[in-house]
């Protein structure tokens, strides 16, 4: 079975500042990676995916993640955030055979201060 | 390529009253999930289907709830009869079969018991 820590539920940042969200998973079996977006009253977009390769993936809207299999750690991360960045996000993993189901994170609220 | 729907978007209800959702993948998608996604906590899986053959529903409560995909195609989540901690956000993914991990996203039905 997997399971899946955000390490914190709620990040403030000012706008334009860099913002790194904290994201471990625990498995037996390997996995692949995801993180998902959810705006207010709106459904998961899919920010970025780890699925094999380079360990440094590259995503939507700037945001980019790094797969570390020691630490077992897939940090996302944003250079430069904008107040539209403001969000509920979201750290999952699905195993490579079988139902392929998703095991979530609790989330991390980020929220950009002006 | 239309995006996965469903409906209704919002719904209140009493507790011990009846309710149903609906969801219409992506076309060609096989593979159909439903999650609940409770406030604060990341979505959970409650069953997911592969055309009408349900694949995984090991964490769905089937005192109340139960779930049908009788075409292989659309889906309906039923809660009868809901309860106050039913209160949730209920989402509805698919997948391809030779699309890899990804699953898509619908935007989701908001249910209020009280």
């Known amino acids: 079975a997997q399971s899946v820590t955000q390490l914190d539920s709620q990040v403030p940042v000012f706008e334009e500042a860099p913002v790194e969200l904290r994201c471990n998973y625990s498995?037996?079996?390997?996995?692949?990676l995801f993180w998902y977006v959810q705006y207010p009253n709106q459904g998961l977009q899919l920010l970025l995916k780890y699925l094999s390769g380079s360990t440094l993936v590259k995503g939507i809207n700037g945001f980019e993640a790094e797969f570390n299999k020691s630490q077992t750690s897939f940090h996302l991360r944003k250079p430069s955030v904008h107040i539209s960045d403001t969000a509920e996000y979201f750290c999952a993993v699905s195993n490579y055979q079988g139902a392929q189901k998703l095991v979530f994170g609790q989330g991390t609220r980020l929220t950009i201060n002006p | 390529e239309a995006g996965v729907a469903q409906s209704p978007r919002y719904k209140i209800i009493e507790k011990r009253q009846s309710v149903a959702f609906w969801c219409n993948p992506i076309?060609?998608?096989?593979?159909l999930y439903w999650y609940q996604q409770i406030l604060g906590q990341g979505p959970k899986l409650l069953i997911q289907?592969?055309?009408?053959?349900?694949?995984?529903d090991s964490q769905l409560p089937k005192d109340r709830f139960s779930a049908e995909r009788l075409k292989g195609v659309d889906s309906t989540l039923k809660i009868q009869p809901a309860k106050l901690e039913d209160s949730a956000v209920y989402l509805c993914a698919s997948r391809a079969l030779a699309g890899g991990p990804l699953q898509y996203f619908g935007p989701g039905t908001r249910l209020t018991v009280t």
């Open positions: 076309s060609g998608h096989a593979t």
């Open positions: 289907f592969q055309n009408n053959g349900v694949v995984d």
């Open positions: 498995s037996s079996v390997s996995v692949y």
